[in-house]
């Protein structure tokens, strides 16, 4: 059994930053790929920054430049780091990961989600 558990959402100011972190636990052999995405109401959801095992990242064009992702594999924990928040960054966040949990199986899974509140 795996859980990812986010924390770190919340309500902000315009401009304001917040620091999302989430930690992976249970039945682990390693890690893949690790990110963020969020979901708007009325609003598909889409990927915001992702990040391989190697360290590579990748943004979507509306975070470049605000948002930085990182991770700490000793601790199989993903962080997004946004500053410079805007109205349009209202969401519930999810992190993701491609686990692998035996020697032949790696799943894709994700957190329950938080909620972040940029207020204008």
């Known amino acids: 059994q795996v859980q990812l558990m986010e924390s770190g959402g919340g309500l902000v100011e315009a401009g304001g930053s917040l620091r999302l972190s989430c930690a992976a636990s249970?039945?682990?052999?390693?890690?893949?790929?690790m990110g963020w995405y969020r979901q708007a109401p009325g609003k598909q959801r889409e990927l915001v920054a992702t990040?391989?095992?190697?360290?590579?990242?990748n943004y979507a064009d509306a975070v470049k430049g605000r948002f930085t992702i990182s991770r700490d594999n000793a601790e199989n924990t993903v962080y997004l780091q946004m500053n410079k928040l805007k109205p349009e960054d209202t969401a519930v966040y999810y992190c993701?990961?491609?686990?692998?949990?035996?020697?032949?199986?790696?799943?894709?899974?994700w957190g329950q989600g938080t909620q972040v509140t940029v207020s204008s």
């Open positions: 249970g039945r682990i052999v390693s890690i893949n790929g």
């Open positions: 993701n990961a491609a686990i692998r949990t035996s020697f032949e199986r790696t799943s894709s899974y």
């Open positions: 990040i391989t095992g190697d360290g590579s990242t």
